[in-house]
């Protein structure tokens, strides 16, 4: 992991975002540092520090990490939207209403 004054700088503000819970993840040289943020990336739910963590990233030479990082966050809200609307559904009518609905014929067991 390349250390530039940029990387530096993002790293001192992930650190002032992330405060102490967080911060024994900024600590490391090389791969233990890569390590530490993409660890960082993972447990965090801050927008910011994600981010963050991108920029460092591609600043530092890994630029396939942000492509990878943005359409994995742009398939959860998908997921997340989809169970809200399943959720909206449940609320119109039970299982049981459901069935009630459907007429009875040879081919429901």
Known sequence: MKLTETVIELMFELSSIEGEEYSQLLYGEGKVLRNNLLKLFKVTENPASHDIIIDIMSEAGYPWFGKLARSNREEV??????????????????????MDLLPANGHLH
Do not use: C, P
């Open 77 to 98: 809200r998908a997921v997340a939207a989809m169970e809200a609307q399943n959720d909206d559904l449940t609320k119109i009518m039970t299982d049981d209403e459901f």
